[in-house]
């Protein structure tokens, strides 16, 4: 059980374009979905937490206007990433969580690229 | 906010041999969880661990909370276990957020 996926698991844009990802929890009812970004050789850092039927809350540095969160139901959140530029080059990884003691299951991540 | 710090940053091992692997973290949590991530990125849950000890096959965790450290431990090391592993933790205030550690990479050698 507690199976999250993502879609698509590679892209490749150019500069300019908007790309969106989905985060599905297959199995479970997600009352909280997480958005994290993690560059080659680092840690993750997490951008956004969504609570379905509500605005996401943002870290600190995090820009809005430019990661857009959608949690529309208790299994599916979508980040899309708008006017991408290179910078915006990273692995996108979503969890997600519905259990009583708030444990995270992580998806299998999205590569992203931007020419 | 709350500091997670893993050590040793790197960790390179013969096939067969223990290790242990160690989170500092600088508050009290509510959750902890140690993950591993395979080549590939995906993270794969390994504990959650918030205090006490668990074991899973060749893998154990312990937790002491009142000191701010876990623990986890590999024995018998195969090459499939090589890859990153992570600790993070969720320091409270109600929103669930895990911070997470800097990781400890792995590498055996068969």
């Known amino acids: 059980g507690a199976v999250v996926s993502q879609h698509p698991s590679w892209v490749i844009c150019k500069s300019g374009t908007s790309v969106k990802i989905e985060c599905r929890s297959l199995d479970f009812q997600a009352t909280t979905m997480f958005w994290y970004r993690q560059f080659p050789k680092q840690s993750l850092m997490l951008m956004a937490t969504?609570?379905?039927?509500?605005?996401?809350?943002?870290e600190q540095g995090v820009e809005k206007d430019k990661f857009l969160i959608n949690h529309a139901s208790l299994t599916l959140s979508t980040l899309t990433v708008t006017s991408a530029h290179p910078e915006d080059s990273s692995f996108y990884i979503c969890?997600?969580?519905?259990?009583?003691?708030?444990?995270?299951?992580f998806g299998p991540g999205t590569r992203l690229t931007v020419l | 906010g709350i500091q997670v710090e893993q050590s040793p940053p790197d960790l390179i091992l013969q096939e067969g041999a223990n290790s242990t692997l160690r989170c500092n973290f600088s508050d009290s949590v509510n959750n902890l969880q140690w993950f591993h991530q395979n080549p590939w990125g995906q993270l794969i849950n390994l504990f959650y661990?918030?205090?006490g000890t668990k074991q899973n096959g060749r893998l154990s965790a312990t937790t002491v909370a009142t000191e701010r450290y876990s623990l986890l431990y590999i024995s018998s090391s195969q090459t499939t276990d090589s890859g990153v592993y992570f600790c993070?933790?969720?320091?409270?205030?109600?929103?669930?957020?895990?911070?997470f550690g800097t990781g400890t990479r792995l590498t055996i050698i068969p």
């Open positions: 993070a933790v969720d320091g409270g205030g109600g929103n669930e957020k895990l911070t």
């Open positions: 969890s997600a969580s519905g259990s009583v003691h708030n444990e995270q299951f």
């Open positions: 969504s609570n379905e039927g509500s605005k996401a809350t943002y």
């Open positions: 661990i918030p205090s």
